[in-house]
């Protein structure tokens, strides 16, 4: 077991998947990516068309005890906007519960699934980087759009590694430790901030 692992691959089928059946591999907060999935799945079961290559896909895999395990979904996407803002100055609006927008458009999806061991949670990310107006269209996905259509420089070569490494060093990590004991009461204040369609 190892202490905040961050596993690249170069293809998977789902990275949910994939963190459930590895699950013992990871330490109390770790995770795992891949730019190329191919079996993803959205919430209520909906499947997840990939653009190979343009959208990172990441799983964390929280085996640390929750207080309030239910408002992960909410803390999940304040991690995501933190990281995004670091990375290309930009400020994403969250849809209740826990999709991104920019510009009004969705670039970020995220989906939560219980762990093998029955209370332990995997949270699954995809983010949309630098998929063309083509594949929104081919997907019928009119409200979906990626951050390099948005006018972020996105640079497919780097981008992957860095957002993996510190969605997990800072999303999930330093500020899980508040999270983990306190709930999301800490962090309601910037989520209602940030939430688009709050009532």
């Not at 293809?11 to 730019?35: D, I, L, Q, R």
């Not at 207080?67 to 991690?79: C, I, K, N, R």
């Not at 063309?132 to 992957?160: C, E, I, R, W």
């Not at 969605?167 to 709930?183: I, K, S």
Request: proline share 5%.
């Amino acid at each position: 077991m190892s202490i905040n692992e961050v596993r690249w691959l170069s293809e998977c089928g789902s990275t949910n998947a994939y963190a459930k059946e590895h699950f013992e591999e990871f330490g109390p907060v770790g995770a795992v990516y891949t730019t190329n999935q191919t079996a993803g799945r959205g919430r209520l079961g909906r499947s997840w068309l990939d653009a190979p290559h343009k959208g990172l896909y990441y799983t964390a895999v929280i085996r640390t005890d929750l207080v309030q395990p239910a408002t992960l979904p909410l803390f999940a996407s304040l991690a995501v906007c933190d990281a995004l803002r670091e990375r290309y100055r930009i400020d994403c609006q969250i849809k209740w519960p826990n999709d991104l927008l920019l510009n009004g458009k969705k670039i970020v999806g995220i989906l939560c699934e219980v762990g093998p061991d029955g209370h332990s949670i995997v949270v699954g990310i995809g983010i949309n980087l630098a998929q063309p107006q083509s594949y929104f269209d081919a997907a019928g996905l009119p409200n979906g759009t990626s951050l390099a259509l948005q006018g972020a420089k996105v640079d497919l070569s780097t981008d992957p590694a860095w957002l993996a490494e510190g969605l997990t060093d800072f999303g999930f990590d330093r500020n899980m430790y508040v999270f983990a004991r306190d709930g999301f009461a800490p962090f309601r204040e910037e989520y209602k901030a940030a939430c688009v369609n709050l009532g």
